[in-house]
């Protein structure tokens, strides 16, 4: 993953990422052997650092992987902060739990196992900062919920928006990457823009991030 920044620039950034720590280095380790999409560091500083500017108390992720982001996201949060993560895997769900209680967030970080579509109905929000690395095509089903769930200047951010550069027609000579999610991320990308409620910024960084702050 990561074909947008050029290598050395991203070994440049990762040599100036100081917010990561040996657990999380053993859970990207983890994530590679076990063929388990994760962001990367600088996606989770980036995450760490947007939680940690509005003070967010109150989580929401789709797509818990093993944890990984959702252990950045939970650094930036104080005691009795809460983080649900929603993950369809159960195997999965278990491992990141295991890695939440390593990680010293077990207080504050909870899995939730089922399909995301469902489980949006079950909680309740207002989040302060939602995280979504779901499956990129319930994106479009998902979103009218996502943003009631967020409270006013909360922020929705979308992982895997530029998808190795697929989402730009004809920029990746041979695409790699499953042709229903590209198609699936172009249109969300195309519907976060035009959303009147919301105000969204798509950062480079990685796959690409989408930022979206709600308006009041
Ligand atoms: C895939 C999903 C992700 O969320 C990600 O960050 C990378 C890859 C995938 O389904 O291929
Ligand atoms: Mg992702």
Redesign the pocket.
């Known amino acids: 993953m990561g074909a947008i920044i050029p290598p050395p620039i991203e070994q440049y950034l990762a040599s100036l990422n100081r917010l990561g720590d040996d657990v999380l280095a053993d859970m990207a380790r983890q994530g590679r052997e076990q063929g388990v ?3 990367d560091a600088e996606v989770g500083a980036l995450l760490r650092v947007l939680a940690a500017a509005i003070g967010a108390r109150r989580v929401l992720e789709i ?1 818990v992987g093993i944890g990984y982001s959702a252990v950045w996201l939970a650094r930036a949060m104080p005691p009795g902060g809460l983080l649900v993560s929603f993950e369809i895997d159960p195997a999965r769900a278990r491992a990141a739990s295991a890695n939440f209680k390593r990680a010293g967030v077990g207080d504050r970080a909870n899995v939730m196992v089922g399909d995301a579509q469902r489980l949006v109905s079950k909680v309740s929000g207002p989040f302060d900062l939602i995280f979504n ?1 779901g499956d990129k095509r319930q994106h479009d089903a998902l979103h009218d919920r996502l943003v009631a769930l967020l409270r006013p200047r909360g922020l929705l951010i979308t ?2 928006a530029l998808w190795d550069g697929e989402v730009v027609p004809g920029y990746v000579a041979a695409p790699a990457r499953g042709a229903e999610e590209t198609r699936a991320i172009a249109a969300y990308n195309e519907r976060l823009s035009r959303d009147p409620r919301l105000q969204t910024t798509i950062v480079p960084l990685r ?1 690409g991030v989408a930022i979206s702050v709600k308006n009041d």
């Open positions: 999409p994760c962001i797509g690395d992982d895997n796959d």
